[in-house]
């Protein structure tokens, strides 16, 4: 007899409360929710507001030992604005190494980001790595801070990295 058994991790995406107006934007409440925001590459020119603090500690267990993907990327950067609003995100977790421009926002053209702490963070990435953000084509950040680990392991000339902005 054959037994075949397969272990995989499954991960929950909460659309959260809002409609990504200025009026209402979108409320990042919990880890559900921010991974919501992650792989929803439609809604990265809206409105967001993070309502608590998130603990993200079990993102190190996420896509085989992967961790999260950044929100914004060079197809699609993020360009909205995000107001942590003084809430923390604790032990984000990124092992990229084949990705570039990573971060918990991967590449930002026009966004905002304010108000927003990242505490014991571990992100490992090709280049351009940053905590906050891989790659800063123009935007606005503001009040926020970090504090963990950042690695960038690229052997190119012109790889950036940062504790807070990559690039």
């Not at 800063?136 to 680990?149: F, M, P, W, Y």
Request: hydrophobic share 30%; net charge negative; charged share 10%.
């Amino acid at each position: 007899t054959n037994i075949c058994s397969t272990l995989f991790t499954v991960y929950y995406n909460e659309t959260p409360e809002g409609d990504g107006s200025q009026a209402n934007p979108f409320q990042i409440a919990n880890l559900d929710n921010l991974n919501w925001l992650m792989i929803n590459d439609q809604h990265w020119g809206k409105f967001f507001i993070q309502t608590s603090d998130i603990d993200a500690t079990s993102t190190n267990t996420w896509s085989e030992g992967n961790g999260i993907t950044s929100i914004g990327n060079g197809t699609t950067n993020f360009s909205g604005s995000y107001d942590g609003q003084g809430y923390k995100i604790d032990g984000l977790y990124m092992n990229r190494t084949s990705n570039s421009n990573t971060g918990l926002f991967g590449r930002v053209n026009g966004g905002s980001i304010t108000n927003l702490h990242l505490t014991n963070i571990y992100i490992k990435a090709n280049r351009n790595v940053g905590g906050l953000v891989g790659y800063l084509d123009s935007g606005n950040i503001s009040a926020c801070s970090v504090t963990g680990e950042v690695i960038s392991f690229s052997s190119e000339s012109y790889s950036q990295s940062g504790g807070f902005v990559g690039y």
